[in-house]
């Protein structure tokens, strides 16, 4: 009996190819299916959070900021664009850079830290007040965490805000919110809704 080993081979890398082709095909159907798309929660936390380490009190604004699919979301940043502001106040800049609670932040930080965002979710620092300037809340960029009453480009003076949140990532979907943020005349009586 002869065996054709050229048409055996040919049906084998034919398999081969064709199997390829299908898990490369499937896993770009995985990837679309579960490619990531961040959510911002329908909730706002309001609170204040003590520093361990210099033991200053701060009142802040946070959003909880989720992943819903499979895949990890990378390099997500957020900005705060200011959409509204109280007649008489101008600000140098419309856009800033918002900070992701637990990264860390110095005054020479002054663009977005990207972080991923796996299944857990994280926490959008939006605004805050200080009991150094109490009449006076503050963009939640970290240039501004690390020396609040020196950024004068962060300031939010007393008055109501409209600040549209929105976040992104370099491999799937991002999300927007926007959020009215009253800016007190004392620092305790900061406050936000979403709209």
């Not at 095909?25 to 959510?39: E, S, Y």
């Not at 992104?168 to 305790?188: A, Y």
Request: with cysteine.
């Amino acid at each position: 009996m002869y065996t054709n080993w050229e048409l055996v081979l040919a049906i084998i890398g034919t398999a081969a190819g064709l199997l390829a082709s299908l898990r490369w095909f499937i896993k770009d159907i995985d990837n679309i299916v579960n490619r990531p798309a961040l959510k911002i929660s329908h909730s706002l936390d309001i609170k204040n959070w003590k520093f361990l380490d210099t033991g200053e009190t701060r009142k802040f604004i946070t959003l909880e900021v989720a992943n819903k699919k499979r895949h990890t979301a990378q390099r997500c940043v957020a900005i705060a664009e200011i959409v509204k502001q109280p007649s008489g106040v101008t600000h140098l800049q419309k856009t800033y850079p918002l900070h992701w609670a637990g990264v860390p932040y110095s005054w020479l930080s002054t663009g977005a830290e990207a972080v991923d965002i796996g299944i857990e979710s994280r926490r959008l620092d939006v605004a805050f007040t200080t009991p150094n300037d109490r009449d006076t809340a503050w963009i939640a960029m970290p240039f501004a965490l690390s020396a609040p009453g020196q950024v004068r480009q962060a300031a939010l003076p007393k008055g109501e805000y409209v600040l549209k949140i929105q976040v992104s990532c370099s491999n799937g979907k991002g999300d927007s919110k926007l959020l009215k943020v009253l800016s007190p005349t004392d620092w305790q009586d900061l406050s936000a809704e979403q709209i």
